[in-house]
């Protein structure tokens, strides 16, 4: 099955300064990759994604890339302000077990991102 | 419209009761996913539901772990038998095509 490795674990920065975070993926039929924000004590929340069909994707300050053959991508933050910090996973939609359709998400670790004023 | 819902927000039980945790996806969400989140860990996935097709049960832990989903739409993730390992926040999730949108999550207390 699919397999998702995400780093750092955790990644401190200045208000201000860009932070971006890696995740890679095993599965080369993988399509779609989110991005997620979690605060404490919350749900997840759905901040960006990107399909397979596109390198990269921009929301205001924050971006996604995907090498689809290196089977990478990585979540790019701009101007990083302190309500920023959070955990962040990403996630890879792989086909189910019978290779018949897409739905089931593999997550990554999560990076705990903190932003010092 | 109204996003996931789960009840109950909190549930503390005794070793060995069984529980019921309920999930409403999105009115119109297909797809809808239990994961399970231990205290500054990652997403545990679960169990999947895709419309009618059977279900992945690839994620549940033991055989003490069973979810139905009725009518396509509201599921319920029973654990029989709980265990203090058991004790974590129940999170489900809900999509259509794309990304999927979680619920505020049940948090379960195993004493």
């Known amino acids: 099955g699919e397999n998702v490795e995400q780093h750092p674990s955790t990644l401190s920065v200045q208000e201000g300064d860009s932070a971006v975070i890696k995740c890679t993926y095993s599965d080369s039929a993988s399509n779609y990759f989110p991005w997620y924000k979690q605060e404490l004590g919350k749900r997840p929340q759905l901040i960006i994604d990107i399909r397979s069909n596109v390198g990269e994707k921009k929301d205001q300050r924050i971006a996604v890339t995907l090498n689809k053959t290196a089977k990478h991508f990585s979540l790019h933050i701009t101007e990083t302000q302190p309500e920023d910090s959070a955990v962040y996973f990403c996630?890879?939609?792989?086909?189910?077990?019978?290779?018949?359709?897409?739905?089931?998400?593999?997550f990554g670790q999560g990076t705990i991102l903190t932003v010092h004023p | 419209g109204a996003g996931v819902s789960q009840s109950p927000s909190n549930k503390v039980t005794e070793k060995g009761k069984d529980v019921e945790l309920r999930c409403d996806p999105i009115?119109?969400?297909?797809?809808l996913y239990w994961y399970r989140q231990s205290l500054g860990q990652g997403l545990e996935f679960l169990i999947y539901?895709?419309?009618?097709?059977?279900?992945?049960k690839s994620g549940l832990p033991s055989d003490r772990f069973s979810a139905e989903r009725t009518g396509g739409s509201v599921s319920t993730l029973t654990i029989q038998r709980t265990q203090q390992e058991d004790s974590a926040v129940y999170l489900c999730?809900?999509?259509?095509?794309?990304?999927?949108?979680f619920g505020p999550g049940t948090r379960l207390t195993v004493l």
């Open positions: 539901f895709q419309g009618n097709s059977a279900p992945d």
């Open positions: 009115s119109g969400h297909t797809a």
């Open positions: 999730a809900s999509s259509f095509s794309g990304g999927q949108f």
């Open positions: 996630a890879a939609r792989s086909l189910n077990a019978g290779g018949t359709s897409y739905g089931k998400l593999t």
